[in-house]
C-alpha cells in the first residue's frame, strides 16, 4: 500500500517539476483544469472506475499514472522481500522510488533534476553504508565512466545529471561487478531498443534518446538478478 501511495505522489513530481510548478495545491485535470477530487485520487483503483477518462471533460487519463503507481507498488515489495528488513528497504525502495521518477522525466523532457538526483545521492549512500559495501574501484568504473564521456565531449554525449545519477546508482549497488552488470545491462536494453526503433523508422540516426531510463533498467537489473548473471557467467 505504501508503494502505491508513493507512486500516486510520484506522478505529482513528474507532471510539476519538469513544468516549474510548486507541490502545493490540489491535482488538476491537464485537459479542463478541474480539481480532481480526493476520491478520484485512489492510486489505480480511481483510474479502472473512471475507466482512464476524466469525470469531468472524459479526456483520456495517461496510462502512465496507474503504471506508476502499479510499478512502484512492485518495487516496494520487492526491495523489502530483498533486504529481509524494514530500515534497509525502506531505503533501498525510496532509492528505487527516486529511479523510477528520474526514467519517466528523462523519457519525456531528456533531463535528470537536481532536486531528484540530490536525495537520490543521499539516499544511495545511506543504503551503501549500511550494507558496508561501498567501493572506490566501483565508483572509478560506475562515476569514473561516465565523468569521462561528459569531460571529453564537454557535455554532448551525456549530461552533467547523469555523471551525478552515475554516483547514486554506484552508491547503491555496491559491487565493481554489479556496476558492471548494470553498465552492460543497460546498454544492451538500449541498444536493442534504438535498433528497434529505427527499424520502425520512429527514430533517425541523428536522434538523442534519454539514457536514465536505461541505466535504471540496468540497476534494477544488477539489484535483483545480478548476482545470478555474475554466478552464471562464474565471476563470483
Not at 522525466?105 to 533531463?111: A, E, F, L
Request: hydrophobic share 55%; charged share 10%; proline share 3%.
Amino acid at each position: 500500500m505504501l508503494g502505491l501511495v508513493f507512486g500516486s505522489f510520484g506522478n505529482v513530481l513528474i507532471y510539476r517539476i519538469p513544468n516549474n510548478q510548486g507541490l502545493g495545491g490540489r491535482s488538476k485535470c491537464p485537459s479542463c483544469s478541474t480539481t480532481i477530487r480526493s476520491f478520484d485520487l485512489i492510486p489505480v483503483i480511481s483510474y479502472l472506475l473512471l475507466a482512464g477518462r476524466c469525470r469531468k471533460c472524459k479526456a483520456t487519463i495517461a496510462i502512465r499514472y496507474p503504471a506508476i503507481e502499479l510499478i512502484s507498488g512492485v518495487l516496494f515489495v520487492l526491495a523489502y522481500i530483498q533486504m529481509g528488513s524494514v530500515l534497509t528497504g525502506l531505503l533501498l525502495a525510496f532509492a528505487i522510488w527516486l529511479l523510477l521518477l528520474i526514467a519517466a522525466i528523462d523519457q519525456s523532457t531528456q533531463g535528470i533534476p537536481d532536486i531528484l538526483n540530490i536525495p537520490l545521492i543521499v539516499i544511495s549512500i545511506a543504503f551503501g553504508i549500511t550494507q558496508g559495501h561501498l567501493s572506490l574501484i566501483a565508483f572509478l568504473i560506475g562515476t569514473g565512466f561516465f565523468f569521462i564521456q561528459w569531460a571529453v565531449s564537454r557535455g554532448k554525449w551525456i549530461g552533467s545529471g547523469d555523471v551525478l545519477l552515475s554516483i547514486a546508482l554506484t552508491a547503491l549497488l555496491g559491487k565493481w561487478n554489479l556496476v558492471l552488470v548494470m553498465l552492460c545491462s543497460a546498454y544492451i536494453v538500449g541498444s536493442i531498443f534504438a535498433v528497434y526503433l529505427l527499424i520502425k523508422k520512429k527514430c533517425s540516426g541523428q536522434d538523442h534518446l534519454a539514457f536514465a531510463p536505461f541505466l535504471v533498467i540496468g540497476t534494477l537489473i544488477a539489484l535483483f538478478l545480478g548476482e545470478i548473471i555474475l554466478s552464471k557467467l562464474l565471476l563470483i
